[in-house]
């Protein structure tokens, strides 16, 4: 985990979240490929920041460690609690779900970090990820921003593929993935429809099912 990373977040949060109003088309496509992961019941946003992407769904506990981000999830309706995903002050088994979105590329040991997720995911919950391509013109466009945006600072960034050895590796059956934003960055101008599967779009969600 890393203090530094976090503090960023926690000077600049409104910036952070102004960026998705002045980038509705965006944020709406992202918001409709979640839509088609994002299941029913007792559900937790790890990385929940400003809670962006969570107040439009069921998800109704959130947390992070910028005190600043959780401010405004809070004013969101979201019940936030102040934390590092490594070490979770949830006991085992507490979420039917848990969402993860564009924050796995900001954790120095994720694997660790996910394990710590499943940990406190019920049996047969559902593990959401949320993750820039990192193949695509997105992922790439990304990589250059992050040597000037501090917002993107240390990122790694995944390849599907990736993903889907890392749920092989945490005990999560993966289910399926939906993608969106084919039209190339910076912008895009028309809300885009989730297309399932990987390869084509930016943004890219999985779903899997934590196994027995
Ligand atoms: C790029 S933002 C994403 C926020 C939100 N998920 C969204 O999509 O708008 C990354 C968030 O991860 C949080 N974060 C950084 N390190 C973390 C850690 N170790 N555990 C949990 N959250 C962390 C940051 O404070 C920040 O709010």
Redesign the pocket.
Known sequence: ??RE??SY??KN?QE??DW?DTHQAIYQSEIKALERVIPSGRGL??????????FHFSVRFG????FN?LKLAMERNIKVVQ????ILPFKNESFHFI?????I????DPLC?LKEAVRALKKNGTLIL?IIDRNSLWGKFYKQKSAQSK??TGFHFFSPEEILEIYQNINVEFKEAYQTLYQPPPNIIDLEEPKRGFGQGGFVVFKGIKKE
């Not at 946003?45 to 969570?54: A, D, K, P, V």
């Not at 947390?63 to 910028?66: E, G, I, K, N, V």
């Open positions: 985990m890393s990373k976090v977040y926690d949060w952070y979240d998705y946003e790890i990385g929940i920041g400003t809670g962006r992407f969570s947390l992070d460690p910028s981000m934390g590092f995903g490594e969402s993860i979105v564009f924050t590329e900001l954790i120095a970090f949320g917002f993107y």
